[in-house]
Antibody, heavy 123, light 107 residues
Framework: QLQLQESGPGLVKPSETLSLTCTVS??????????WGWIRQPPGKGLEWIGS???????YYNPSLKSRVTISVDTSKNQFSLKLSSVTAADTAVYYC???????????????WGQGTLVTVSS | AIWMTQSPSLLSASTGDRVTISCRMS??????LAWYQQKPGKAPELLIY???TLQSGVPSRFSGSGSGTDFTLTISCLQSEDFATYYC?????????FGQGTKVEIK
């Protein structure tokens, strides 16, 4: 059964870079039918897609965050990572990683998801 | 960008009720819609994709319908474990976006 697990600091200072890693177990990140994505959810609010990466390194980013986001992949470790620069309090959220279905040349839905990790931006 | 409107934001219901949640798009998206269930403190879980295809393992009391701009998630007989927040997500237009959520609470 495929499982995803986020890891990284729970507290980041304003203006610094948020860094998270998602470890995939129970399956290979080098699957031809899937991208691997990051989604976030501010406390008490809705969901926002951040970006997704293919095992080859091809990426798609949400235009609203594109200037601050970098997603990378390490196939040898079955991991992918998120970096979000110049964070502010507005970036405080639960960050989820998820498998991102790729079909008919578009990104589709997310399944399964990691349990999520809360990242707080505060000095 | 595609605007998504989920309604209602809050739905009070009892076990055994039939409930429907609406997701309306600002423009047509064919059937490129998914539904998720999220319980407090947990990650969302995929219920339905392609507007009406039930994800493997999801109980058959959940169903989805619609195409174009109007979509519906129906729970035919609400169970205690179904009290949660439900989100729709469109994947027709880039970037993909989610509805604002519908919380189903105990009446």
């Amino acid at each position: 059964q495929l499982q995803l697990q986020e890891s990284g600091p729970g507290l980041v200072k304003p203006s610094e870079t948020l860094s998270l890693t998602c470890t995939v177990s129970g399956g290979s990140i080098s699957s031809s039918s899937y991208y691997w994505g990051w989604i976030r959810q501010p406390p008490g609010k809705g969901l926002e897609w951040i970006g997704s990466i293919y095992y080859s390194g091809s990426t798609y980013y949400n235009p609203s965050l594109k200037s601050r986001v970098t997603i990378s992949v390490d196939t040898s470790k079955n991991q992918f990572s998120l970096k979000l620069s110049s964070v502010t309090a507005a970036d405080t959220a639960v960050y989820y990683c998820a498998r991102d279905r790729w079909d008919t040349a578009i990104l589709n839905w997310f399944d399964p998801w990691g349990q999520g990790t809360l990242v707080t931006v505060s000095s | 960008a595609i605007w998504m409107t989920q309604s209602p934001s809050l739905l009070s219901a009892s076990t055994g009720d039939r409930v429907t949640i609406s997701c309306r798009m600002s423009q047509g998206i064919s059937s490129y819609l998914a539904w998720y269930q999220q319980k407090p403190g947990k990650a969302p879980e995929l219920l339905i994709y392609a507007a009406s295809t039930l994800q493997s393992g999801v109980p058959s009391r959940f169903s989805g319908s619609g195409s174009g701009t109007d979509f519906t998630l129906t729970i035919s007989c609400l169970q205690s474990e179904d009290f949660a927040t439900y989100y729709c997500q469109q994947y027709y237009s880039f970037p993909r976006t989610f509805g604002q959520g519908t919380k189903v609470e105990i009446k």
